[in-house]
């Protein structure tokens, strides 16, 4: 997988800790920008669908926190 193509987020210029990943017609790879030699984490089209779907919804979860904590404030 040495030719694989990696993208870091357009969200993540300004801070150094993020992840990239490598999309391919079977699998989406994920590895830490930091250290590009280590580890990946690979995931099948419904998997990484739901890992997706996971982060979603915990940054939905913290948002509504955050909102309800300025209201009580």
Do not use: H, Y
């Amino acid at each position: 997988m040495a030719d694989q193509r990696w993208r870091k987020s357009s969200r993540s210029t300004t801070n150094p800790d993020c992840v990239e990943l490598s999309i391919t017609p079977d699998t989406t790879a994920v590895r830490d920008s930091k250290n590009p030699s280590g580890g990946r984490l690979r995931f099948g089209w419904s998997s990484f669908s739901g890992f997706l779907d996971g982060i979603r919804s915990e940054e939905r979860s913290e948002e509504r926190s955050e909102r309800t904590s300025r209201q009580k404030g």
